[in-house]
């Protein structure tokens, strides 16, 4: 079956740099998606990764190894605003989203 | 109105009942979707339209009925429900395109918090 792990809750220090984890086992595979969802909220696309290596985008970065089945969603400088659920999915090989359960990230001052 | 739109944003509604929930995207896309959020679960995805045309239907109970009068308005309407449908119902939208294996990101809408009593 096809399967997306993430850490249920994390917890961190507001100005300190947060790695929430993503590992997956899926049919194929054709990109890994990571997005924000504010409690009550639409979640909100943040980064696509399909080759190996690390995406940066300002203060939010992702870094996928797909010879792992790895994927990471780096925070740094956090803020409260960040504090939200982040779900990864994964993009099948009949380019299907299967999405992980979310990881919620409570940021404390 | 900007993205993708839900009415109503919640709904309580008895199991005898028939309701409907509304999904309209103002981003000129033409696919749209239907998932199931349920606490500290993965998200479920339950309906594809792509080109008005329904392209996945993974299992969902005939309960739930979609309806894609055009490429900008979705539907689900719901009749005879069970209290384990309570959930957060989300609306999304995407471009694909047609012949090839593009994506693009899906844009959510806020989503229906429904209480099935």
């Known amino acids: 079956g096809q399967n997306i792990d993430q850490p249920t809750e994390m917890t961190a220090t507001e100005g300190a740099i947060v790695q929430i984890n993503c590992t997956y086992q899926?049919?194929?595979?054709?990109?890994l998606f990571w997005y924000q969802q504010h409690a009550g909220e639409a979640p909100t696309f943040l980064s696509y990764?399909?080759l190996d290596g690390l995406e940066e985008k300002g203060r939010f970065s992702s870094f996928l190894s797909r010879s792992k089945g790895y994927s990471y969603l780096l925070l740094k400088e956090l803020q409260m605003k960040d504090s939200a659920s982040y779900l990864c999915?994964?993009?099948?090989?009949?380019?299907?989203?299967?999405w992980g359960a979310g990881t919620k990230l409570i940021i404390k001052p | 109105e900007t993205g993708v739109t839900q009415t109503p944003r919640h709904l309580v509604m008895g199991m005898t009942n028939k309701k409907s929930l509304k999904c309209e995207q103002h981003?000129?896309?033409?696919?749209m979707y239907w998932y199931k959020q349920s606490a500290k679960k993965p998200l479920e995805l339950m309906f594809v339209?792509?080109?008005?045309?329904?392209?996945e239907n993974n299992s969902v109970p005939s309960r739930f009925s979609p309806e894609c009068p055009n490429s900008s308005h979705l539907f689900l309407h719901l009749h005879t429900l069970q209290p384990e449908d309570s959930a957060l119902y989300l609306c999304?939208?995407?471009?694909?395109?047609?012949?090839?294996?593009?994506?693009?990101?899906?844009?959510f809408g806020p989503g229906t918090r429904l209480t099935v009593l």
């Open positions: 339209y792509n080109f008005k045309e329904q392209t």
């Open positions: 899926t049919s194929g595979f054709n990109g």
């Open positions: 999915a994964v993009l099948d090989s009949n380019y299907q989203l299967i």
């Open positions: 981003l000129g896309h033409n696919a």
């Open positions: 999304a939208s995407s471009q694909t395109h047609p012949g090839t294996s593009g994506w693009s990101e899906q844009f």
């Open positions: 990764n399909v």
